[in-house]
T-cell receptor, first 113, second 113 residues
Framework: DQQVKQNSPSLSVQEGRISILNCDYT??????FLWYKKYPAEGPTFLIS?????DKNEDGRFTVFLNKSAKHLSLHIVPSQPGDSAVYFC????????????FGKGTLLTVNP | NAGVTQTPKFQVLKTGQSMTLQCAQD?????MYWYRQDPGMGLRLIYY???????DKGEVPNGYNVSRLNKREFSLRLESAAPSQTSVYFC????????????FGEGSWLTVV
């Protein structure tokens, strides 16, 4: 029973274009969502988060959109850079869970020069 | 990943051996977590600790024990290692400063042969 799903194992985009990474969830209790980026042999690095009271959050080149009715969120990276090439994990939690994160399986993003 | 230190970074164990993974944080956070990551999987929660002296099971606790003796340190122990415990282990802490964000250490690579 996968509560957080990233259905695309990989994504390839050209440098300068937009990267869109998608994530779906099934648990209606989730009210806080995060994206992490992970390079090989390193720990996950926090990128951006969004609370369920919002539908959009921006931080520089990164924007997260949340569609609660569809239980869907997406991460947009504009413009994409070769250094963005990494595995991106979507994660979800809720306040009553002590912020225990449930992760998707990740999407490998490759940005080609 | 600054502030969350894991040791050792690499370890090879024989089946049946025991070992302890150490995690220390210098950010004065209350909550700490242990996750494992396996190929093609997201991170899965093993145990977490909401505060000093308290621990609770996560999604995959079997075969592990934890200890939170003080605020800084949260250790993960494998009493009798099995090949199924070959994985990358990540310690993490919860920051409640700018929103609620979990920060990860750099990981410990464990191989059980």
């Amino acid at each position: 029973d996968q509560q957080v799903k990233q259905n695309s194992p990989s994504l390839s985009v050209q440098e300068g274009r937009i990267s869109i990474l998608n994530c779906d969830y099934t648990n209606s209790m989730f009210d806080y969502f995060l994206w992490y980026k992970k390079y090989p042999a390193e720990g996950p690095t926090f990128l951006i988060s969004i609370s369920s009271i919002k539908d959009k959050n921006e931080d520089g080149r990164f924007t997260v959109f949340l569609n609660k009715s569809a239980k869907h969120l997406s991460l947009h990276i504009v413009p994409s850079q070769p250094g963005d090439s990494a595995v991106y994990f979507c994660a979800a939690s809720w306040e009553g869970s002590n912020y225990k994160l449930t992760f998707g399986k990740g999407t490998l993003l490759t940005v080609n020069p | 990943n600054a502030g969350v230190t894991q040791t050792p970074k690499f370890q090879v164990l024989k089946t049946g051996q025991s070992m302890t993974l150490q995690c220390a944080q210098d950010m004065n956070h209350n909550s700490m977590y242990w996750y494992r990551q396996d190929p093609g999987m997201g991170l899965r929660l093993i145990y977490y600790s909401a505060s000093e002296g308290t621990t609770d099971k996560g999604e995959v606790p079997n075969g592990y024990n934890v200890s939170r003796l003080n605020k800084r340190e949260f250790s993960l122990r494998l009493e009798s290692a099995a090949p199924s415990q070959t994985s990358v282990y990540f310690c993490a802490t919860l920051s409640t400063g700018r929103g609620n964000t979990i920060y990860f250490g750099e990981g410990s690579w464990l191989t059980v042969v």
